[in-house]
């Protein structure tokens, strides 16, 4: 099963301290949703040359393979279902599933046995809707870094960068947008940490 979704989000980095107060004030469940997440690329970082990801994505049992595409605004995500076999044979063999995403890639000429996974990281989030949008906060650990992030996602970008400007300036944190995804600072780090 595949399905399709325009995706409007916008991110700000934490500190652990910000992080802390955020979670402790605010109304976040207690319960966390713990995922990893397997980049894939090229050597040459084909994908990153289109704006695009690519992941898989384990959350308990369940895998989802993503790709998220750019669009004017936000982003096209394809999403398709794996069962553990396929997503074991993606991630340590690359070997692709048919579906969707093969297709797509092979549309733009991608050849999907030159990508293999780059880096993993690991989220540790609380999600909760706020005021008409979904507000999720995460700690990420991919190598040996931890960073903490604030995500807002909403119909509208305006919409969405305008809900988390209110939350840090309540907070007094410094407002400044994430534009670096969490898929390119694990790649940058895991290519960072094949060079020591």
């Given amino acids: 099963m595949s399905s399709n979704n325009i995706e409007i989000e916008s991110k700000v980095l934490l500190s652990k301290a910000d992080y802390e107060k955020i979670v402790r004030r605010m109304n976040f469940p207690e319960n966390d949703q713990v995922q990893t997440n397997y980049y894939m690329d090229s050597d040459e970082r084909i994908l990153k040359k289109y704006g695009m990801i690519l992941r898989i994505r384990q959350s308990g049992e369940v895998f989802v393979f993503t790709m998220k595409a750019p669009l004017s605004e936000g982003l096209l995500e ?37 990508l293999k996974v780059l880096a993993t990281l690991t989220t540790t989030r609380k999600i909760m809707d706020f005021k008409g949008t979904t507000l999720d906060i995460s700690k990420n650990v991919y190598g040996n870094r931890v960073d903490y992030e604030l995500e807002c996602d909403s119909d509208s970008a305006i919409r969405s960068e305008t809900m988390l400007k209110n939350i840090c300036e309540q907070f007094d944190i410094r407002f400044k947008l994430n534009t670096l995804s969490k898929e390119n600072r694990a790649i940058n780090a895991a290519l960072e940490d094949a060079k020591k």
């Fill in 78 to 114: 394809k999403n398709q279902n794996l069962t553990e076999k396929e997503a074991d044979s993606l991630i340590n063999h690359g070997l692709f599933p048919r579906g969707e995403i093969q297709d797509f890639l092979e549309m733009l000429q991608i050849k999907p046995a030159s």
